[in-house]
């Protein structure tokens, strides 16, 4: 009698999922929609939530996506460089961080709306602040996108990808235990700088030579097998330092790419990550739970809207502030209105941690879904937006966004010469320390009354009297920090602008005003959205947005007498 061996478990759950993920990825090709649905769809099937007789093991098939998150990181790692991220240019950077702080300010905001806990509405604005590098990737060549418009969005999309890689950091400290208290959060941060100083040190100049020698040596078999080795070392040193192995992924990303043989890795190890990278959103898509959502319909709104709109605005807003035509600007805040990769490893970062409720992970996977599709008739419909928007406005704002966008042009344009721009070195110093002080001095105000009322009281003064005077101290030092901290942009502003206006030749009276003050508002949004969604947390629900509220009305009244005093032709 011959007995027929049984096929090994993870073997039935592979041939599963990829099977299954064929089927839709075909499906959704032929309907001209994004595989990632594809690879949803495939997931939702054979989990555990829908009545289909085909359910793969979610353990084994968990296992094979994290394969998928280190080769997806790992691939981003090679990727980055110091010199790329400086060749994106101040746009990207800008909107980056002002759609990145508005969307995890925002996203907190929505969390705490829904009754969620603090550490979970933290999650979930993490999870909003980043956009999808592969989804608009793969929109932009089926739309065969090019020029400004893809240059912009795709520098952005390297910019958010370094922030991704911070917060992952910075959300593995908060929910293994330091929570959202300041000082076990500041000793878990000195541990990142520290693991990530000895990392990054002994890679730099250890392993870029050994794989330099590893490729010329011209085998492709042994080449892949090194890189894919230190990739998944690297992701282990993490894991057993306490943080993400997609950090550990990147840093290895980062270290093959100095030496200068990315292009060939990044050939070699494409399929293999794109395989994974299936499995990662098939996984992502077994924990579905098609019963979650109709009971959660208030967040698939609110994140629904929040995507499509907050990002769509605040990416308008800061490609504008930074010199690109408003049509530009615009479908540039539409390509990035979608999230995906990283919100789920963010939120799936919560539910390991166990700080993440059931409820988050399918308002991510649907919200995603349905900003993917969205995402390709933007794109399409945007410019005809624009040039509707651009139609309304008032005569003497259309002019001065053409002469602000042709100054930042010819700014953007000028050398990157240490010679040129060492008299800023100070005031961008300066004005980094400011946030960061008035940041910590916030965070730490709640321990100071803890401490100083009771000091005080014991000498005899009443509580109210206490801390109204612990409360003056503290908000005296942030008004002076504050005051410093909008002395160095008023300063760093009044250079570029006066930069800006000399390299373009444009005299127009009342340009150089009105062009210091987008670049205050840019460099001051660029500081104060990410402290907003930092602080956010650690403050009074309603004071975080009253404030930002304040900020942009009185920098919209500024700016429009500053526009009513041109005079443009």
């Known amino acids: 009698m011959t007995i027929t061996p049984t096929p090994p478990s993870i073997l039935v759950d592979l041939a599963m999922v990829l099977g299954v993920a064929a089927i839709t990825t075909v499906a959704c090709q032929r309907l001209r929609l994004p595989v990632v649905v594809g690879y949803l769809l495939a997931g939702l099937i054979i989990g555990p939530h829908v009545p289909v007789p085909l359910v793969a093991d979610q353990g084994n ?3 094979l996506s994290e394969l998928g998150v280190i080769l ?3 691939s981003l790692g090679l990727e980055f460089s110091l010199k790329k991220l400086l060749r994106t240019g101040p746009s990207a950077a800008l909107v980056a961080l002002i759609q990145g702080g508005f969307m995890a300010w925002s996203g907190y905001l929505a969390g705490r709306f829904l009754g969620w806990s603090s550490l979970e509405s933290v999650f979930a604005g993490a999870a909003l602040a980043i956009s999808s590098t592969m989804i608009i990737a793969r929109v932009f060549a089926t739309l065969k996108t090019t020029g400004p418009l893809a240059e912009l969005v795709l520098s952005t999309l390297i910019v958010q990808d370094l922030l991704a890689i911070l917060l992952l950091a910075l959300l593995t400290a908060v929910g293994s235990g330091a929570g959202l208290s300041l000082p076990a959060l500041l000793l878990t941060i000195g541990r990142l700088a520290g693991f990530l100083v000895v990392v990054l040190a002994l890679g730099r100049w250890i392993l870029p030579p050994f794989v330099r020698w590893v490729a010329d040596a011209g085998n492709a078999e042994t080449l892949l097998v090194t890189v894919v080795g230190l990739c998944f070392t690297f992701s282990l040193l993490a894991a057993k330092a306490g943080y993400s192995v ?7 990303g980062m270290v093959v790419a100095e030496s200068g043989r990315e292009r060939v890795v990044e050939h070699l190890v494409h399929p293999l990550r794109d395989m994974f990278v299936a499995v990662f959103f098939v996984s992502i898509g077994m924990q579905i739970d098609p019963a979650q959502l109709l009971p959660n319909w208030r967040a ?7 995507v499509l709109i907050g990002k769509i605005v605040s990416g308008a807003l800061g490609g504008l502030l930074g010199g690109n035509s408003l049509r530009n600007s615009i479908r540039a805040g539409a390509g990035l209105a979608q999230i995906g990769e990283f919100s789920f490893i963010i939120a799936a970062l919560g539910q390991q941690l166990g700080v993440v409720g059931p409820a988050l992970f399918p308002v991510l996977v649907a919200t995603c879904a349905w900003t993917t599709l969205t995402t390709p008739l933007l794109i399409r419909n945007s410019e005809h937006l624009a040039d509707r928007i651009e139609q309304r406005l008032p005569r003497v704002l259309r002019h001065f966004l053409t002469h602000h966008r042709v100054a930042m042009g010819h700014l953007r344009a000028m050398p990157l010469r240490k010679a040129d721009w060492s008299h800023l070195r100070r005031p961008f ?3 980094l320390l400011d946030g960061l002080a008035i940041t910590l001095l ?3 105000g709640a321990l100071i009354q803890r401490t100083a009322i009771p000091a005080l009281e014991a000498r005899g003064l009443p509580h109210r009297l206490a801390a109204l005077l612990v409360w003056t101290g503290i908000l005296g030092l942030i008004l002076r920090l504050s005051t410093g901290l909008l002395g160095q942009v008023r300063r760093i502003a009044h250079s570029l602008a ?3 206006l000399q390299a373009s030749g444009d005299t127009t009276e009342g340009v150089e005003d009105a062009t210091r003050l987008c670049l205050e508002a840019a460099l001051g949004a660029m500081v104060a959205l990410p402290m907003a969604a930092l602080l956010q947390p650690l403050l009074p629900p309603g004071l975080v947005p009253a404030l930002v509220l304040a900020a942009l009305a009185g920098g919209g009244i500024l700016l429009w007498r500053r526009l009513r005093a041109l005079r443009l032709g």
């Open 61 to 63: 098939v968990h296992t």
């Open 429 to 431: 110093t300066l004005l």
């Open 246 to 252: 997609a950090l550990g992924a990147f840093l290895a």
């Open 442 to 444: 916030v965070a730490l």
């Open 300 to 306: 698939l709104l609110l994140f629904g809207a929040l």
């Open 72 to 74: 997806l990181m790992f």
């Open 498 to 500: 006066a930069r800006a």
